[in-house]
């Protein structure tokens, strides 16, 4: 059973603080939240155009022209020609690096309130998530953690945050997937899940 439709921006005010300190979880229905990272629990300090860059550079010294792909493209290029775990090495450094230095955005205080399960499903690398998440104080609130590389596919695909589903012992009706991007929204649908936008859309990211 849907609680909030996936197709309709919602702002994901989860939980409502009072002046005396007590909470309100808006989030009841649900026996599990998970969150995309970069744009909705953090801003990483990573600067996309250099890492670009540097996968270029990774392609030509292996003898490949990647000259006008994105990453994304290019990450699916290391898979073609099997240099899919040395492409990830550049990638995960400069995300590792730019974790450590992120930026907490407002949602992030509500990780340790909610009062079940809360796990991560991001685009980011696993271990760039969990140096955030460190670098925060959050990872002892995270119960459930899936990266780009965690998995055979990434979002949009539905596995990635099916996994983290499966980790938490939650069925896909019974969650919540909060982000900040169209990708996000649409591997909520793909996976029957019941998705909410950090601030009402989608930000570009």
Not at 107 to 118: I, Q
């Amino acid at each position: 059973m849907s609680r909030i439709g996936r197709r309709e921006p919602i702002e994901a005010v989860l939980l409502r603080r009072t002046p005396d300190g007590s909470v309100t979880d808006d989030t009841a229905d649900y026996e599990a939240i998970v969150y995309d990272l970069d744009g909705t629990l953090v801003d990483l300090v990573v600067s996309w155009d250099e890492v670009a860059a540097d996968a270029v550079e990774f392609f030509a010294d292996a003898g490949v022209d990647a000259s006008g792909h994105d990453l994304w493209e290019m990450l699916d290029l290391a898979d073609e020609r099997g240099l899919r775990e040395e492409l990830e090495a550049v990638v995960a450094g400069h995300e590792r690096d730019g974790a450590t230095v992120s930026e907490l955005l407002a949602l992030a205080e509500d990780v340790a309130d909610h009062s079940v399960p809360v796990g991560v499903c991001s685009l980011n690398s696993e271990a760039a998530v969990r140096a955030a998440l460190d670098a925060h104080s959050l990872s002892e609130h995270v119960d459930a953690v899936v990266g780009r590389d965690t998995v055979a596919t990434r979002k949009p695909d539905p596995e990635p945050l099916l996994a983290t589903l499966r980790e938490l012992g939650v069925e896909p009706e019974r969650a919540l997937f909060v982000g900040d991007s169209r990708r996000d929204e649409l591997t909520a649908e793909r996976a029957g899940v019941d998705f909410r936008y950090v601030d009402g859309g989608p930000s570009g990211h």
